[in-house]
């Protein structure tokens, strides 16, 4: 399986995990390189170093190569009890001097103290560490000395021979925060013992806000934070003096932090505190992981090396101006679309058409009482004719009775005929009656006509007959059999006594007759029994129409009954496809009868399925709830296939007049088990969807389309919502923005960068993958957004990160000192603060900073005015019952706050003009939004367009009042 059609550059790569974090995040990263390329590539080592048993929450097989528990070859507690009693014999642990120790609490581990993680550090550098990192660096010299395979990726090494090395810790804990500074320095200076250029360093580290923990011990994580955070910014800034290192031997590298190297090339922090409840520490690390694969295998490696590494003079060596401090941290967020259709979609669009089957009953009326007259016209086809009752073979018997007078003869020959006619030969005709139309049965004629109907209006024609009027073309029918029994009633032929009491009169004037030839004294049987069969002959249509009458008034009431009880079955089946279209979209689908896929497909599309239940995926879902969703994978046969079994089986099948049947238990089993036999169709419609959709993915939309109308143009632009940047920053514009730099990997010519670069005004790097790379992940998208450069004041959180500081420094009677990994870089990071601070007057006139400032503050105003507003909107759309409402106002919503973002982004805060100019641009757009949304929800129910105008009337006060208190105009003088 080739990743690419083009060669991908990849670099001989280490990934070190430090902690239990770090640890995770290796593990997940190994899992999904594994899963993408079925094994582990020669050009990516890993090595993953803790104090403790690895922790929960990594990949399910668990993968623990690579992992070296540091504790099995040190007692940390023993080496801080010597080392407080002889600190001669440990001068290389003199930075731990004056810290309380307590080496009873060491015993049980770092226990989230990163002194004692450094310690560790320093005491297994030269015999386990280096030794472990040796060894991997030049396993990947030798195995990189061999043609890389070309079958997967294609992969190509780059020519510049410098290994990159990615480090995943947290800065909250021990072992992680402990560890992460000097490993980070050696790793650089030992790859130099195996390649000719030093190792590019780059960090991926979770802030504290990631972990959920007791309230209690929140102030530590976040003081541990702010010291490790302070220590790498400090130690970033070239203005610092070199940093001599004394480790327990210096023939393993250097022992300098020199003032031009910083300990990481680019450090990405992420707390995903912008992603709604996502930012923990389970979503994050394997969101780390997932870029890692994206940053070491996947095509779009080579766009963020190239454009990340162009534009670093750009902004990370740069000074904020607000605080004169580096801006060397940046962050990144990543997302990946998925198709999104299941079984259960599927079984949720037959739901919903099965809710629909009675909604259009007074627009079909009209149409199917025409439609049904017609079929019924003159009722032969439904009611058998008495021709079509044929007469019994059964003889009239009669012997002449020897003896008596000519009236006592006739009268024998006639009630010999009644008892023939009463207990032959009607009985035997009333059976065969039964056979043409059963008193007990509907009529099978008018069931079968109604049923054919249906099959051909709303399956067979062309075009189909709108589905909600099946209820429409039922009701049509009861009408008509009951419409037809009242004519049978009105004009009913005489019954069956009667006709028997008129085949006798006519027998007694046909007796009369033979008379006047023949004596009655002389009657044989040859002379009566042609008489009594001709004149029988003669009354048989009376006979056969007055017994067919008899069966047909009963049967055509019980088809009426059948009729009703099958239009209460409809009715049943309505509500139970709504109620548990409900029930299954508040259980997320959890409940749903059926399982997902199952098995159809190759071991490629069964990962990409596993893939769509991940936490930074979102489905790439073309609507089924829209009229028109099927058409272009033949509704027709939607129809066929899945819901024409669920109406035989629930409704169709009903053919007696019984109505437990159409009781709502019954009907429900019934929907059940027919739900549970469409596996198979569901399957087929599943393929036929994919397609069709990869088809419209894969190809970019034509000029002519509205690209807010394209099926993906929603779903699109939630995953680039999604993939924004997983650190909170400072809303307030107050610093210096970041570099934005958005990286987008699908297949060549997709409908991506147009509906991303539309609306949304980004500037958008693609990287392009071979379709047998989506075919094995499942992952149609994947975007990279990377903000690279904002200094650590920068980050929203780190205000309550010093505020904590204060509170556990108070509470554990600690110094600040006390927090970082050495009291001197304590000392001289003041130093340098002060120096810092003392500089920035010299950074710009006084007016400058003025202009500036209040621009900033400007700005700021607004985006929380936004805010407002927008969470108005967002709590409103939950509340819509109409979901195409709901989605064509989000839709404006994140397109509008898209655009909104990137004219705030790109305003000079120093230049008045310039500001005035982008928040009119940027209130004229909230203002746009506000009025399409209040044209959106005319369509909805008048409750609700109450509801939602009171909603935004509330916006449009929030913005009158942002033009009231802040002057647009007059920006210095805000």
Known sequence: MRLSDSPIVVRPTLIVGLGGTGVLVCQWVEHYIRELLGTVPPFIRFLKLDTDASDDGGPPEGILSDFINLFHYLDVGEVVRDNASYPQFHPHLDWMRGFREDATFADYGCQGIPRLGRLVFFELRESVIHEAVATRFSSLRTSTQQPLDETTGPFVLASDGAPVVHIASSVCGGTGAGMLIDMAYNLRWWSRESFPKPAEIVGHLLLPDAFRVDPMLRPKLEATACATLDQIEFLSDERRSDIRVRYRSDRSGEDCFRRDTGPFNFLYLLNGQVDMGSGDRKHLVRLIARALRALTVEPLSQQVRSDANNKLAEILPQRDPVNNHRQCFSSYGFWCGVPGHRKRNIQSRVLADLENLNAGQNDGRTHYRREVEHAIAGDAR???????????????????????????????????????????????????????????????????????????????????????????????????????????????????????ADILTQARSALETLQTRVPPLSWTSSDIVPVIDKTIDACWSAVAEALLHENLIESLKTTVRVFRVRKQALEAVVALAWQRRSVGEKAGGNGDVL?????????????????????????????????????????????????????????????????????????????????????????????????????????????????????????????WRLAEPKIDLDKSRKYAPPLSVAIAQQVPGSCVPRLLTHNLEVSLREAGVAEACNRRTGEWLQVLRLSYGFCLEAISRYGKYVAATDEYVRRMGFEYADLWLDKNWYTAFQSALAEWRSALPRQGNALEREVYEAGAAKVGAFRRTTETVNERLRQHLRSLGDPSAAIRLAELQGGTNSRIDLILQDIALTDCDAVQEGLNRALALLE???????????TLPEGEQRIARDVLGTCREDLRKFRDDVTVVDVVSF
């Not at 599309?605 to 995926?617: I, K, L, M, N, Q």
């Not at 970019?700 to 807010?708: E, M, T, V, Y």
């Not at 746009?928 to 005319?938: G, I, N, T």
């Open 595 to 719: 399982a997902d896929l199952g098995t159809r497909g190759t071991p490629e599309s069964r990962f990409g399925r596993d893939r769509e239940a991940d936490f930074f995926s979102t489905p790439l879902c073309l609507s089924l709830e829209a009229d028109d969703a099927l058409d272009a994978v033949a509704v027709r046969d939607f129809r066929q296939s899945l819901l024409r079994p669920v109406l035989e089986s629930c409704v169709l099948s009903v053919r007696e007049p019984r109505t437990d049947l159409a009781e709502v238990r019954s009907v429900e089993d019934r929907l059940a088990e027919s739900l549970a036999r469409l596996s198979e169709g569901m399957n087929r419609f599943l393929h036929d969807i994919e397609r069709h959709s990869w088809d419209l993915f894969r190809n970019s939309p034509p000029a002519s389309q509205p690209i807010n109308d394209h099926p993906y143009y929603g779903s699109i632009c939630e995953i």
């Open 382 to 500: 439904f009611i058998p004719a008495a021709k079509e009752l044929m007469q019994p073979t059964i003889s009239f018997l009669w012997e002449p009775p020897g003896k008596g007078t000519s009236p006592e003869v006739v009268s024998s020959v006639l009630a010999g005929l009644r008892r023939h006619l009463e207990g032959s030969l009607i009985p035997l005709a009333r059976k065969e009656a039964e056979t043409l139309v059963s008193s007990h049965k509907p009529i099978g004629g008018l069931l079968a006509a109604a049923d054919e109907m249906i099959e051909r209006d709303f399956f067979d024609a062309e075009p189909l007959r709108p589905l909600n009027q099946v209820g429409a073309c039922l009701d049509t029918w009861t009408e008509a059999a009951d419409a037809m029994l009242g004519r049978r009633q009105t004009s009913a032929p005489p019954n069956a006594n009667a006709v028997v």
């Open 928 to 938: 746009h939004m506000v009025q399409c949304a209040d044209e959106s929800v005319r």
